[in-house]
């Protein structure tokens, strides 16, 4: 199975930037996308997202504002792979027993 995701932030700094929005959909092994398989939620970050940021993801501080923290966020979604993992697998009769991470990074 795979995961794909792409992470949005505030900047590029790993010290100085926070996750600001996590998606992700699951596909099958053969590369199909798993129904009602896409997780997206926005995170607070610690600080002001900057006017670059806001420009680049057309992410804005309102859309943030009342977001879960970045903890939550992944327990969220760490879930919601399990219970979409289990699904498959009662559906197909198919085990999981690896989910490969696919991210893309333009930079």
């Not at 700094?13 to 996750?19: A, Q």
């Not at 997202?49 to 939550?72: C, E, K, N, R, Y």
């Amino acid at each position: 199975m795979y995961c794909v995701f792409d992470l949005e932030t505030t900047g590029y700094s790993r010290e100085r930037d926070d996750i600001i929005k996590i998606s992700l959909v699951l596909l099958t092994p053969d590369g199909i996308q798993i129904e009602d398989s896409t997780f997206t939620s926005f995170c607070k970050p610690s600080r002001v997202i900057p006017t670059f940021t806001t420009a680049l993801t057309l992410i804005t501080d309102a859309m943030v504002q009342d977001a879960a923290s970045f903890g939550d966020v992944i327990e969220a979604q760490m879930k919601f792979m399990e219970e979409k993992i289990e699904d498959f697998t009662a559906a197909t009769n198919k085990c999981v027993s690896d989910v490969i991470l696919v991210a893309h990074n333009r930079h």
